[in-house]
């Protein structure tokens, strides 16, 4: 079967409905959803989790697995109905006239399978050309994919490529047929910001060059604004706003999307001045929808009566080039109001030092190969960490994969004992005193919140149980009954029901869960608090809620909060000062306004451009960094971050490849690890520019 | 009298079965009612593979435990004319019991149906029992080596594949020898092995309540004090009360199977608790500062109880096997002990001229394991559903 | 590579120490030795009497010596009684004491001397292990295909019917053991009683001459209960491999199922069997021993039984060193091999 052309749109969906199907019940995943796409055109797809974005691009796919069905709506692609296909006319299909690329770019790769064979599979397969024709044009795909050695590439098997790298492999091998449909499901999820940005930037490019139409799925608002010209959100398996970029973010006309803007940390967002607003209640579970609108029971402008009458459609909004919104009451919303202030708080008053932290090392010492152990290498996790936390501040700690921020805590905890260097707490110094010899007092005063709220409590333990056992071992209170009522307390503490107390881990959503381990650190009245990316594996609406909490129990208890993350935007909306790392190093330290704001390490400044945005107003300076980060491992020799600095050429010489930079302060306490001269710091221009509102 | 036909030995089976009918149809019923209330076992009854297997396992267990109200003659004695003679035969007038052999008699004359059925009481009292002890060992070694890693998990290993490498009939016929039991070695493997569950409920109590020396005063006096006394009897054969003795040759069948079986439990512990330790809330149990144990006993283990359950059911098949085999080659129980090992290795010298001596046992062991493996995969199946 | 390999094998060495030594201490307990004293020499001898038999013939040794000395490590015993005769451990009617080797031991291929076969025991060995290889050989010839196809074909599509047949199938395989499915197999195939009697229920006469009638039955046997394991682990390897992402993207490329399953799906999905068959080999031992015994064919393992139960001393440690040193070799095999089909592990 060959190609065959037609003038319409690529792909119209048309009131698709698919459902998976239990023992017990059908579960709807996606109702009523239409979308169309016209050829050369980008379209982002966008919600929070278990939203049933994914659900319908596995749909254009006809691949559903055993379970699932549609069971309503069609799908036609480029005019012809796909699911009037048969199995062999839609093989031809995928592969050559749709194409998909996935999450997870390791395991979407052969591991037994050399790239190179992986990728002439598929025009051997479709157009039945030679093994020799396939292999110049995997060369020349993986040329442009901008991978360096192809040939080499192609030889080697995926495990020994960066995560970057098979990335771009995976878009190669999508891109092997020219196909005229590309299906990107959170592409770069799993990547790091700087490498994300750069991905990014090819498939843009690469949509353009092949002319290719796109479905871009992503959870990230700044992404889709970035990538795509149309979008379309989700929520709870139904699309509730579709549009154009510009219509959407600036005249939205659902109060789910106007919820999911008000909830992120956009520039100008401020913790005390402008707090974000918490989507209130949870995302419903797709068997307990309510009735009429999905969103209702969460909706600030929800009518008893009218919006849980019955179902909803799609309204065409009057004016805008084919925008249209699941919402009855899109004419009456005044849209442009202000939003209802949540309580502005004083700032937190800061206090006195109580961590100090001087020159801190750690080494390890790890075999240079896993299996056949021989010589070992040392691979320095943190060099010459300094730095004082006083009471009540927030400071964040932000840097990409193995940069060192955890190896950092786990010192810091007591999981590790440190190299060199001094951690001081209150007076005494703790760096060599690991957990186990540690008193009562300083372990429960330094206290720590864990990354993955599906891991962070026993499985096997209540809630409550889990709490009062924190309370045990800090010798809190004589009897059970004293136990137990504070744990109460610390329920309420973190706003849950005290009926939780009695429930299983597993019974509770991933925020909620991130809340008990909350009520966990602070259950020994702890007095610093190591936060590691607490809220990144949360979806957006749950996000904010759960720092608000944070922010608001650090502001009562007076506590230091270490906040480690990667994600700028939120490290920016809630911290008082800033440290950035690279491989181990600080590269830059200082206020949140002196890191967010020229002069700037060249890393931070490339940071701060790879983060996306979800704002048209922002107008942002593109960076893109080339390469992957080093390996701590094999770090390079002098700078750190010498081989990927775009302003390396304008030092003299090749100081940045020979010399560790010394630590320079520009005043007030800005610190940055770099060689550049002071005039070149100087010259930078911020990254980030408002316009003007 | 008339040999019974082969309709009339089937529905007299099924009569003496009656008390295992009327256990099965409550326990299943019971728990077919209430079993959204039950966690795992309940969801076994969602599955058929599992339900099955369940049933063929809760009637051999309902048979060793009613075998008394079964059997049909005493399956030790020998009655005159009986030797070898087909299922349904009648006994010569006068003999104790029912009026015919229902599976025939063996070539010493004695009941087929009784010896099986007998033979499941002893399976049933070693091989869960010995399974038990060998998850206490296997767990109480595998926790640490995955935990602390290291010197004591290379050593640990290293014990553990040099039991492994045994063939295991090899090591039977080197420890379960009367020779051996006259050096008193399998009684100082006895009382090593036997020590681990208390050693393992200490540790479980003292990390658990160390914070409060009340509670854990009680708790590990009672283990100490009940543990000990077990201990005594079972191990050195001491027990003051003289309650509780085992037999040397049942001791040293016992010895050697949990010997057999720790190492694979072992690394089956050690398998999942290297999983398990990366997991945050033991990073959060460390950071608050319990002990090893705590972190080990209530944050590792009871996420590893899964796994553990089904390998537990799988493993009291395997034990039964091993139990078979002991009897197949003679070793360790009495040469007249109705056990289906040695019954089917009675069986086998005649087995070309008449099979059914050793056929009721062989298919009786196969079933039982066969029941556990189905049991096994049920809960496997279902427990990856939650 | 290299390095992996040597350090596989000193580890490999050291086990193989210990376990001898193990065997060897288990082998010659004082009960074991006196049994021995009373049937080498007479039956009614005094505790004296036997005491003496035991010093004479250098059983009085440390046993950490006497260990050596079977090893071939250390000098064998030598004794010279009241009359001037030199007896030792390398010396006997065929070797006189002046021409005797100054070390005999396993080392040096002495594996000494079977007291209830008669012969030596590295020529019992040597012929029954032959025996014992050629029944292996079958054995493996049914059983690995047999399971894979198995395996493969259930894991493809899991949950299908064929998947749940052969699944039931492989579980009442590994729910058989050898003497059991052996009972079962005589009675119906071999049995006057049933009226088939297609096979042979002893395989005696296949030691002369193998033919498809004396053979099939023990084969199978030992077949029936490997099989089911390796096809089950096979079955889980696949399903595994059959839901990973890359299967996904395989078939959103649109390779066609069959190619799926051959070209993307079975390489990765056989990594782990591999190992478990190598692994299987130390229990095929337990089967052949138990297939020996109930069939009658005097192989390897039909020699271990006898050696153990009639106290045959050097002919047991003969076997268990081979024994031990097949477990060991296979379980090298399985490491090695495993790296070698891994590509993550092999390129690194």
Same mark, same amino acid.
């Given at each position: ?62 691949? @559903? ?95 020994? @490529? ?29 990547? /790091? ?91 419903? @579970? ?261 720092? /608000? ?9 007076? %506590? ?6 990667? /994600? ?7 911290? /008082? ?14 206020? %949140? ?14 940071? @701060? ?85 | ?386 | 590579?290299?390095?992996?390999? *040597? ?12 376990? +001898? ?24 001898? +005094? ?94 010839? *049914? ?24 699944? +039931? ?71 595994? &491999? ?6 996904? +993207? ?73 024994? &031990?040193? &097949?477990?060991? &070799? ?19």
């Amino acid at each position: 079967m060959t190609k065959w052309d037609y003038d319409g749109p690529i792909l119209e969906i048309d009131k698709l409905s698919i459902s998976f199907f239990t023992r017990l019940r059908e579960i709807p995943a996606v109702m009523d959803f239409s979308v169309t796409v016209q050829p050369g055109e980008a379209m982002g797809l966008v919600g929070e989790s278990g939203c049933g974005k994914s659900t319908v691009a596995l749909g254009v796919m006809q691949d @559903l697995g055993v379970n699932g069905r549609i069971v309503g709506g069609s799908i036609k692609f480029k005019g012809r109905d796909l699911g009037e296909m048969s199995a062999e006319e839609l093989r031809h299909i995928r592969g050559s006239e749709i194409a998909m690329i996935y999450q997870e770019p390791m395991a979407s790769l052969n591991p037994a399978m050399k790239i190179g064979k992986q990728l002439m599979e598929v025009p051997m397969i479709h157009e039945g050309i030679s093994a020799k024709d396939a292999w110049d044009r995997a060369l020349e795909v993986v040329t442009d994919v901008r991978l360096p050695d192809p040939k080499r590439m192609l030889n080697s098997y995926p495990h020994q @490529l960066s995560g970057g790298q098979q990335q771009r492999i995976v878009i190669a091998m999508a891109l092997m047929s020219k196909p005229s449909l590309l299906i990107l499901d959170e592409p770069t999820t799993a990547l /790091d910001v700087t490498v994300e940005a750069a991905v990014v930037e090819l498939v843009k490019e690469l949509g353009k060059k092949y002319g290719t139409s796109m479905l871009f799925i992503s959870h990230n608002l700044g992404l889709i604004l970035e990538t795509c010209d149309r979008l379309c959100v989700m929520y709870s398996g139904e699309a509730v706003e579709r549009g154009s970029i510009e219509d959407v973010f600036d005249e939205m006309q659902h109060p789910y999307t106007q919820a999911l803007f008000r909830s992120i940390p956009l520039p100008g967002a401020d913790k005390n001045a402008r707090p974000l607003v918490a989507i209130p209640g949870n995302f419903p @579970l797709p068997h307990e929808r309510p009735p009429g609108c999905n969103f209702g029971p969460r909706c600030d402008y929800f009518e008893a009566g009218r919006c849980d009458a019955g179902d909803i459609q799609m309204f065409p909004v009057p004016g805008n080039d084919r925008h249209a919104t699941r919402c009855l009451k899109f004419q009456e919303i005044d849209w442009n109001a202000p939003m209802a202030r949540a309580v502005s708080a004083e700032a937190a008053e800061i206090g006195r030092t109580v961590l100090k932290v001087d020159k801190l090392k750690k080494y390890y010492e790890v075999a240079a190969n896993a299996l056949f152990s021989g010589h070992r290498k040392v691979v320095k996790a943190n060099e010459e960490l300094s730095f004082e936390a006083r009471e009540g501040e927030t400071l964040a700690i932000v840097g990409e994969s193995g940069c060192g921020k955890s190896t950092f805590a786990k010192v810091l905890m007591g999981l590790e004992t440190a190299t060199g260097g001094t951690i001081t707490l209150d007076n005494s110094s703790i760096e060599q005193i690991p957990i186990e010899k540690r008193d009562t007092g300083t372990v429960s005063s330094v206290q720590m919140v864990f990354q993955n709220p599906f891991d962070t409590l026993n499985p096997s333990m209540t809630v409550g149980r889990q709490i009062i056992r924190a309370l045990e071992i800090f010798r809190f209170g004589n009897s059970e009954a004293e136990r137990r009522a504070r744990m109460l307390e610390l329920l309420d503490l973190v706003k849950l029901p005290r009926a939780f107390a009695e429930r299983m881990p597993r019974q509770l959503s991933g925020g909620q869960k991130q809340r008990v381990g909350i009520a966990r650190a602070f259950a020994g009245g702890a007095r610093i608090v190591v936060a590691d990316e607490p809220v990144s594996a949360l979806d957006v609406s749950v996000q904010a809620a759960v720092t /608000d909490l944070l922010m608001e129990i650090q502001r009562e208890e007076k %506590t230091t909060l270490l906040f480690i993350s990667h /994600d700028l935007s939120i490290v920016r909306y809630l911290s /008082d000062r800033v440290l950035v790392m690279y491989l181990g190093h600080v590269v830059e330290m200082g206020t %949140t306004d002196q890191v967010f704001s020229p002069p700037y390490h060249p890393y931070t400044e490339a940071l @701060l451009s790879a983060v996306p945005i979800a704002d048209t107003s922002v107008a942002k300076k593109h960076i893109v960094l080339d390469g992957d980060i080093p390996s701590a491992m094999n770090p390079p020799p002098g700078c750190p971050f010498q081989t990927r600095c775009r302003w390396k050429s304008e030092v003299p010489g090749n100081l940045c490849e020979t010399e560790v930079p010394p630590i320079r302060d520009l005043g007030d306490g800005h610190q940055v690890k770099c060689h550049l001269a002071d005039d070149l710091l100087a010259r930078m221009e911020p990254v980030i520019t408002l316009a003007a509102e | 009298m008339e040999p019974l036909s082969w309709g009339a030995i089937l529905v007299e089976i099924l009569i003496r079965f009656t008390p295992v009918w009327i256990g099965m149809a409550a326990i299943f019923a019971l728990s077919l009612t209430f079993k959204r209330r039950l966690g795992l076992y309940g969801k076994l009854f969602d599955s058929t593979i599992g339900m099955i297997g369940f049933a063929i396992v809760l009637f051999w267990v309902l048979t060793a435990l009613f075998s008394n109200m079964i059997i049909t003659h005493d399956p030790l004695v020998q009655v005159s004319g009986m030797k070898n003679k087909l299922p349904g035969t009648p006994v010569p007038e006068g003999t104790e019991g029912l009026g015919y052999y229902l599976l025939g008699g063996d070539n010493l004359a004695r009941d087929v149906f009784s010896r099986m059925v007998a033979g499941s009481t002893i399976v049933m009292q070693i091989a869960p029992v010995a399974t038990l002890f060998a998850f206490m060992v296997g767990i109480t070694l595998g926790l640490p080596a995955a935990y602390y890693g290291g010197a004591l998990d290379t050593f640990l290993s290293f014990l553990a594949n040099l039991i492994l490498a045994f063939p295991v009939i090899l090591l039977f016929y080197l420890l379960v020898t009367p020779e051996i039991v006259a050096t008193g070695l399998p009684t100082y493997m006895a009382a090593v092995l036997f020590l681990f569950p208390i050693l393992f409920l200490v540790v479980l109590w003292n990390s658990r309540f160390f914070t409060q020396a009340g509670k854990r005063a009680a708790y590990i006096s009672v283990t100490l004090v009940l543990g000990l006394w077990v201990y005594l009897g079972v191990a050195w054969n001491a027990d003051p009360l003289g309650i509780i003795s085992v037999p040397p040759n049942i001791l040293i069948v016992f010895v050697s199977v949990v010997f057999v079986n720790a190492p694979t439990v072992f690394r089956i512990v050690r398998g999942i608790a290297l999983d398990i330790k990366t997991r945050d809330y033991v990073a959060a149990a460390q950071t608050r500062g319990e002990g090893p144990w705590y972190t080990m006993l209530w944050e590792i283990l009871p996420n590893a109880r899964g796994p553990l359950i089904v390998d537990f059911c799988l493993r009291i098949g395997y034990t039964t096997i091993l139990l078979g085999t002991l009897g197949f080659f003679g070793l360790g129980l009495a040469p007249e002990s109705p056990d289906w090992g040695s019954t089917i290795n009675d069986g086998r010298k005649l087995l070309s001229i008449y099979p059914h001596p050793a056929l009721a046992p062989a298919l009786a062991l196969m079933s039982l394991v066969l029941g556990l493996n189905l049991l096994a995969d049920g809960l496997r199946e279902e427990s990856l559903k939650d | 590579m290299g390095l992996f390999i *040597l350090r596989r094998i000193v580890i490999m060495i050291l086990t193989a120490l210990c376990l +001898t030594f193990i065997v060897f201490v288990l082998t010659n307990l004082q009960p074991n030795l006196e049994k021995l004293a009373k049937t080498q020499g007479n039956v009614r001898m +005094t505790d004296e009497q036997v005491a003496t038999w035991l010093e004479m013939n250098g059983y009085t040794d440390p046993m950490l010596s006497r260990y050596g000395q079977w090893l071939g490590l250390l000098p064998g015993w030598t004794r010279e009684d009241a009359e001037g005769n030199v007896t030792g451990r390398c010396i006997s009617r065929d070797v006189p004491a002046d021409v005797a080797p100054e070390r005999c031991g396993v080392l040096q291929g002495d594996w000494g001397w079977s007291t209830v076969l008669r012969d030596e025991v590295s020529a019992i060995i040597g012929t029954r292990l032959g025996l014992t290889g050629i029944l292996m050989f079958w054995v493996m010839l *049914l059983m690995v295909p047999m399971a894979l196809i198995m395996g493969v074909l259930a894991g493809m599509r899991e949950g299908s019917r064929l998947d749940r047949s052969l699944s +039931t199938v492989s579980i009442a395989s590994t729910a058989t053991p050898e003497y059991v499915s052996g009972v079962i197999l005589i009675a119906v195939f071999a049995s006057s009683a049933v009226g088939l009697k297609w096979f042979k229920g002893t395989a005696t006469s296949a030691m002369d001459g193998i033919t498809f009638e004396n053979f099939t039955l023990p084969v199978v046997t030992i077949a029936l209960y490997g099989m089911g394991y390796i096809a089950r682990m096979t079955r889980a390897s696949m399903t595994e &491999v059959m839901t990973a992402q890359y299967i996904r +993207t395989a078939r959103l490329k649109g390779v066609s199922f069959p190619n799926i399953v051959l070209k993307h799906a079975l390489r990765n999905a056989l990594i782990a069997p591999f190992t478990v068959i190598m692994l299987q080999i130390p229990w095929l031992l337990n089967g052949v021993v138990i297939v020996e015994t109930l069939f009658n064919y005097k192989g390897f393992g039909w020699t271990l039984v006898q050696a153990a139960s009639n106290n045959d001393i050097e002919l047991l440690l003969g076997c268990s060193v081979v024994a &031990v040193v &097949v477990v060991l &070799v296979t379980q090298l095999i399985s490491d090695v091999g495993y790296i070698f089909l891994n590509p993550r592990i092999r390129i690194s």
